[in-house]
């Protein structure tokens, strides 16, 4: 939930944004150990901890307005197919990421930089990419997806235009913040996702 709050156009503050990097480093760091190591107490007490602070509202204030758009789409995704939670955000995050960070790009410019440790490119949206990818690989390296296809799902048209459309009901016919979306742009995501 950190990371909805984080990818915002909306009134975010400094130390909010330093609390939720500091969050999302975390989680990256103990992910990695609990990956190789899964009884690892002090690990598994960090994640735990860090999960509490993102569920809590902390991450979000002073943000007028929070960016759920991968939930939503995750969560039809969950209804339709046998998936877990986190498998399927972690196979949508980076085709939305795509989609909408020129829209938001100080933002993924800032999480390139300050969360997964990438020195800044030539230009913004080149670091802004580089985060993206960055991230994809962290989900690799902890044995997530990064694709529908590697999710093990592969929807019909008929599927994601389903899909897309009971996301768009659910949120009123628009979600986002990083870039507002619609049930067409649904569509688009979903697809982008499978062809991966």
């Known amino acids: 939930h950190t990371m909805e ?3 915002t156009n909306n009134g975010n503050m400094e ?11 975390t989680v990256k760091k103990y992910t990695q150990i609990i990956h190789t190591e899964p009884d690892n107490y002090e690990a598994r007490a960090e994640v735990m901890w860090a999960g509490s602070l993102s569920h809590n509202g902390l991450t979000g204030c002073g943000a007028k307005e929070r960016d759920f758009t991968s939930h939503i789409l995750e969560h039809e995704l969950g209804g339709m197919f046998d998936v877990t939670h986190g ?13 909408v960070y020129q829209n938001c790009l100080d933002r993924f410019v800032q999480f390139a930089v300050n969360v997964m440790d990438v020195a800044p490119g030539a230009n913004d949206e080149e670091t802004a990419l580089r985060g993206i990818e960055a991230m994809e690989d962290f989900y690799r390296s902890i044995g997530m997806p990064t694709s529908l ?9 008929e599927q994601i235009d389903i899909m897309a459309h009971n996301a768009a009901i659910a ?26």
Request: glycine share 12%; proline share 2%; hydrophobic share 40%.
């Open 5 to 7: 709050r984080y990818f």
């Open 149 to 157: 296809h590697e999710l093990g799902v592969d929807p019909t048209d």
């Open 87 to 99: 498998a399927g955000l972690a196979a949508i995050w980076g085709t939305w990421a795509r989609y």
């Open 15 to 25: 130390l909010t944004d330093r609390i939720a990097e500091g969050l999302l480093r």
């Open 171 to 196: 949120s009123g016919g628009k979600r986002g913040s990083a870039r507002v979306l619609y049930e067409e742009d649904f569509i688009k995501i979903y697809k982008a996702a499978r062809a991966l």
